[in-house]
């Protein structure tokens, strides 16, 4: 069984451009790569203009797209009117069990249990590997 996710960034406009994730979604995999290796806007939005994914991984190229990598119709992200409709929205409409947002140069994450609100992402690196 997959854990899927949703991943958007919010636009200038205040709306949030999304993807569907497919596979490892969860925080300690996507999250993780979202936070380590995607840090600015235009990674995020290279990333999103691949359509949904079925693996995410650290470089754009290494990510596995429906479209561009199994000649699937292309999946356009989901526009939603604010941050606030993809949280009450987006889980429902992508059939996600988390969400990413990227906003104002940060990811978030909004789904972990028994929490009803936005959580910030912090990805460190341990330096004794």
């Given at each position: 069984?997959?854990?899927?996710?949703?991943?958007?960034?919010?636009?200038?406009?205040?709306?949030?451009?999304?993807?569907?994730?497919?596979?490892?979604?969860?925080?300690?995999?996507?999250?993780?790569?979202?936070?380590?290796?995607?840090?600015?806007?235009?990674?995020?939005?290279?990333?999103?203009?691949?359509?949904?994914?079925?693996?995410?991984?650290?470089?754009?190229?290494?990510?596995?797209?429906?479209?561009?990598?199994?000649?699937?119709?292309?999946?356009?992200?989901?526009?939603?009117a604010s941050v606030e409709d993809y949280q009450y929205c987006g889980m429902g409409q992508m059939n996600a069990?988390?969400?990413?947002i990227y906003d104002d140069g940060a990811w978030h994450v909004y789904g972990i249990a028994r929490t009803s609100?936005?959580?910030?992402?912090?990805?460190?690196?341990?330096?004794?590997?």
């Amino acid at each position: 069984m997959s854990t899927s996710a949703a991943i958007g960034i919010r636009e200038p406009d205040g709306t949030v451009r999304a993807i569907r994730l497919n596979w490892d979604g969860y925080v300690a995999h996507a999250g993780a790569i979202l936070g380590g290796w995607y840090k600015t806007a235009e990674e995020v939005n290279a990333l999103i203009a691949l359509g949904d994914l079925s693996e995410i991984n650290e470089t754009v190229e290494s990510c596995v797209a429906y479209h561009r990598d199994r000649g699937e119709q292309y999946r356009l992200p989901r526009t939603f009117a604010s941050v606030e409709d993809y949280q009450y929205c987006g889980m429902g409409q992508m059939n996600a069990n988390y969400l990413y947002i990227y906003d104002d140069g940060a990811w978030h994450v909004y789904g972990i249990a028994r929490t009803s609100e936005w959580i910030g992402l912090e990805v460190t690196k341990n330096m004794e590997d």
